[in-house]
Structure formats: C-alpha cells, structure tokens
C-alpha cells in the first residue's frame, strides 16, 4: 500500500510543481519551467484533443481529484476496521458518563 501511495503521489507532486513554477516563470534558469514551455505544452495538448488550451488546467485538476477520491476509498476500504475501532472509540469517549453539577457548584441566586 506504501508503493501504492508514493506511485500516486508522485506523479501528481511532480506535475502539481512543474504547473505552479511554469505558470509563474519560476524556471531557475531550466527552460522547462519556463512560461514559454508551459504554454506550448497546454497548445499542443489542447490540439490533439481539441478543446482550447485555457480549458485544461480546470479538467486536470478535476481528474487529480477524482483520482485522488478513489485512492483514499480505497486506503479506507482496506483499513475499514481500524477505522471504525477508532470511530467507537471516539464516540463511546464522548457519550461516557457526563460531568453531574455538584450542590457546591450551583448558583445561589435568585
């Protein structure tokens, strides 16, 4: 499940990091990061597919997050139980006995 995790992570790091430096033309003197690159990508891209390249952006990071839904379904299917132990854990701590107000605690206003 670990290698699981990081072949996901991965890429979506990788490509979260080569977006937000290439938007702001963060290149660090490596044309791949480059405002110039970023734009050819997502025209290239956006002709092969035929949408417009400005559309794109929005449909990747939907797809990372549809992706992303369906990794951790899946982490919480496997650790199912762990999970619920933990889940009437948490709520039998809470429902357990209430503080009951002492005499001495009570206000003696009127």
Request: hydrophobic residues 50%; proline residues 6%.
């Amino acid at each position: 499940m670990k290698w699981f995790l990081v072949f996901w992570a991965g890429p979506v790091l990788f490509l979260g990091a080569w977006y937000w430096l290439s938007y702001y033309d963060m290149s660090f003197g490596i044309f791949m990061f480059s405002r110039q690159v970023h734009d050819l990508v997502f025209q290239i891209y956006g002709h092969i597919l035929g949408i417009p390249p400005e559309s794109l952006p929005p449909l990747v990071a939907r797809a990372i997050a549809f992706d992303s839904l369906v990794v951790f379904s899946l982490i919480g299917f496997r650790k199912r139980k762990a999970i619920r132990a933990w889940w009437t854990a948490r709520q039998s701590a809470r429902s357990a006995s209430p503080v009951l107000r002492s005499k001495e605690s009570l206000s003696s206003a009127p």
